[in-house]
């Protein structure tokens, strides 16, 4: 215990508290443990910020890979870009540049002359030279020795022999006249031999002024005291003059009989249309088919030529060597394109022979010759639209005092034909219930300017289609239109001439003023249709007349439509493209297209850049570039603006220039390095569009041929598998996107959508060669192959679309099975 006690007595005392020198060093620790908590505090939330920025920033970029040309309040009806793409490219065939500027123009004469023929353009004077009266003998012997009978003829004279009335309906133009005539002449043929008393046996034939109508008719044959037995009547109707009324079927009985009983015939000729429905449908109706082009153009030449031969001295060509010679210059490709009508009608059967049979004797240059056959379907548009309304304005018969309403023909029932060749001009190759129901809304729209006192009556069962059709020399065809993606069958309606819709709209623009202001408001309306047939015709036959008055054209449809939604906006730069096409508007459209990407206006420059994305609305690529740069950089608060850009700096790289796309691509990976995050942003999102985006969807008229062939692809994996060489500075681009934070997601969702395209669903190959193109030099290092597999794995775990083991494989062999250094090279060097 003794040695205890010294350890006890030695120990030093603890004390119960510290000194007080040791108080300020705790304090002073306390404080820096509370600043280290405060900064890492502050250093949380501001990782949290960033990563919120960082959210934020990813979630704008998306924006930028939406739908460019929805509409701003959502996407819920985007253009379907795809069926607008085919659209296009069907149209721009109806619409050649330069037809229109280098035909002769019909807008400022009345005839011409071409070398020693005379031909009249006025289709005002044209008509029966003799109104009532007998058919010369001298016409008679002409026609037995010309006409061209049509399918049917036959039929049509054993009707008229068993009935002694027929009434022969047909459009203007296509011989019915001449084919009555003909069978007047045959059926009349057998009757006895004239008196003294009577007129000769060539005044059988007789035209008979339709004022008096068939009552008068009947009644006069009822008294005898007119005409001998065995005569023929041609009686030539106008249903569409003031007051006039088709006859009903009482009448038409009572003429049969007063007909018979005199031994004599009769043959109304009328129009076929809604006017003159009954009568074709009645027991005395019968339609009048064209004559074969073939056999007219044949019979006409072959008159001219023995004409040529008679007067020609001994030892000259035959006609039927002529003729032979004739018959090669008119199929050739040239005379062809410039008559444009597949069908001739008698009178243009004869013009074209006498422009032939002119060249063959050297008595017409050879450009003299393909002028005057443009000048055919011009004619052939005159005459549809001159004097159209003339019934409106003339006085009505029988109008009495004090009544302050004329019996005048509804304005509808009027216009109805017109407006149907102008919509078939416009809407050419869509579907016949779209070209039917704009030509109703242009129906309404010409019936308002023409009588805005009075609302128009739109008749809701008069419609006939085969008459439609006759009137305006269309035809029908089985074919598909786009209905939400999928293709659809449909009855298309074409004007049968590829000559006639540019024919048929200058005429229109050029000579009828007044029919402009319907026609705009019309067109704006086509504008708003959403479905692709509709709007993207209209916008191209738009832009056509935009070239007949770019003036008018601008002031009217395209700074209108251009301050308009997007979808509008579309239309507008449709136009101006197809302005650009010509070379008298490129460089004011260029202009206006330049001033517009630089504008404070923003409709105006999402404008400017769909019309950019064309391809023919800037001197060089380089200039659409820059003025797509200058749309898409500008912050102004408007998002759609940088989509918009991105989407159509992609649709330049599908154009037919490989050197266009190489310099496109060279400038994304400029934007992608810039220093302004303006650049990167819109690199990077071109990037995306050129990744998703199909080769369908990139609305312009033909793509490189190569990816004409790969409309359903990737646009990305479309070039590389085209031409291989442009995989690596493609790779390069996705791989900034997807190591790059504001990307990185869109970019990987992207790179996703591509590896399922590389089979279809049933198995067979799609995609698979850009992939392989592809792919290595995408996954080029470690890291990459590394976010390869962990896509494929996300894809196989997939609850909603698992990708398949065995394709999983494929995909991954794509990418390691060969691997190449030269990427891995390049991009530590970029």
Known sequence: MSDDGP?????????DKAPERDQPEKKEKEKDDSARDEKETEKDEKEKEKEKERELAAERFKEYTRAPFAEEQGEDAPTDLAAASRTRRATRTLFEAGRDLTSVDRSFISSAHFGDIFLGTDARLRGAALRSGPVP?????????????????????????????LVLGAAPGTGRTSTAISLLAEVTADAPEATDAEPAAGSRVRRVDPDGGIRQLAAKLGRGDEFPPGTGYLLELSLTRPGVLPPD????????????????????????????????AGRYGM?????PTQELLTTRLRERLEDHVAEAPEGGAGVDELLARAQELAERAEVVDAVGLKDLRPAEAELLASLLAGRLLDDLSYDELLAGCRSLAAEQAQEWFTGVDRALTAPADGKKEGVGSDQRPGTAALFHPVAFRIALAVLGGASHSAVASAAHLLTWELSVQCDPDHTPARPLFCDDPVADLALSRAELTDGQVEVAGAEVAARLIWYRGGALPSAVLAELWDRHFPVRAPVVRWLRLLADDQRPQVWVRAAVAAGELCVRDFDHGFAELVRPLAEGTAHRRLFAATMMDQAAGHPSHRKAVRKLVEDWSRSATWT???????????????????????????????EDGDQSLRAAAAFNVVRLLALPDGARTAKVLRRMADWTQHKREGYQTLGLAATIWLAETRVDKLLIDEPEPALGERGDWPLALALVAARPELALPIADLLWTALNTARSKDVAMDALERMLRTAVRKNGNEWTRPGLAALLPALAAEEPDRRRLDWLLRRMMNDPDDPLPDARARSLWRLAAGRRTRSGQEERSHG
Do not use: W
């Open 287 to 291: 339609l009048c088919p064209p004559a």
């Open 604 to 634: 105006q420059r999402s404008t400017a850049a769909a019309a950019l994305g064309y391809g023919n609305c800037a001197d060089t690529t380089d200039d659409a570039l820059d003025a797509l740069a200058r749309i898409g950089i500008r």
């Open 249 to 280: 079927e009482m009448d038409l009985d009572e003429l049969a009989t007063a007909l018979a009983r005199f031994e004599s015939f009769a043959v109304l000729v009328v129009t076929v249309g809604s006017a003159a429905g009954p009568l074709l």
């Open 137 to 165: 003998e001298e016409e008679l012997r002409r026609l037995r020795r010309v006409h061209v009978v049509p399918d049917g003829y036959v039929r049509l004279r054993k009707a008229l022999r068993a009935r002694r009335l």
């Open 7 to 15: 350890q006890s007595d030695d120990a030093p005392e603890v004390p």
